[in-house]
């Protein structure tokens, strides 16, 4: 059973956060929607643990296609940051608020970058392309997830006060912005040979992942003895995390999303 305690601990977390939410609120959606996301990450987590090669990807599809499908498309609720500056601003505690505190801001001192790798429903997509692994050196343009990230607190603070901040105008916003980070997301992996481009370079939301990330409990942990330096954890990271350290500032320290490519490719198990 130790090898599936991340599992277990990741479905405890969820569950005590979607009950202690119902009985706050009395909100019975809530329950179960905390569930649903704890009970797939949980399988998801036990599938990794047990060396399934496709459990990402299990829980990528059924966490992030609830999100983008039934929470966004169904329900109209905005869950990309532009509908998270909406509900801020308009002091709705919703799905999207509360997605954004658990998930993306406070989440990740638990599990870093984790949404990244398991529940983005922009990266589901992205990940289905074939370059897996960038082999040059990263693009000097990771800057620009800073101005998107100015421009979508902008944009939504120019509706509000043009007074067209409505439900209905920032679900066609989620419409739309979900189409551009498909369009951007797809042209850069081809033009840059890298999936996960998008991730590296644009995605506004890595802003608030960052700096908690580097203090995240959940991580990959590396044996110096055991490791013989064959260099396969780096060669297979879609991040380009220098897997092989445990330093807390090693080169892309923060932008690891636990994906497991290194655990599985090292040779000697010196990573898990």
Known sequence: MKKYRTAILLFAIFEVVAVGLWLLSGNLFLLLNFSYIGICLGIGSAL?????????????????????????????????????????????????????????????????????GYACWTAMVLDLLPYKRHNGPRKC????????????????????????????????????????????????????????????????VTVFLKPMSRFSLLRIHFDEEKCIRCGKCREVCPMDVEVDSNSRKKKNATECILCHNCTRACPVKALK
């Open 141 to 204: 343009i990771g800057y620009i997830r800073y101005i998107v990230f100015a421009l979508s607190l902008a944009l939504v603070v120019v509706l509000f006060l043009l007074g067209k901040a409505t439900p209905s105008v920032m679900f066609r916003l989620f419409i739309i912005g979900n189409i551009v980070y498909y369009v951007v997301g797809i042209a850069l992996a081809v033009a840059f040979r890298d999936n996960r481009a998008f991730c590296k370079y644009i995605c506004p």
């Open 48 to 116: 990794t643990a047990a060396g399934k090669s496709w459990a990402r990807l299990f829980v990528q599809f059924t966490v992030g296609a609830y999100i983008l499908v039934f929470l966004g498309l169904i329900c109209h609720e905005n869950m990309q940051i532009e509908g998270f500056w909406y509900y801020l601003l308009s002091g709705i505690v919703g799905a999207g608020t509360l997605h954004y505190f658990i998930a993306k801001i406070f989440g990740p001192l638990l599990f870093g970058r984790g949404w990244c």
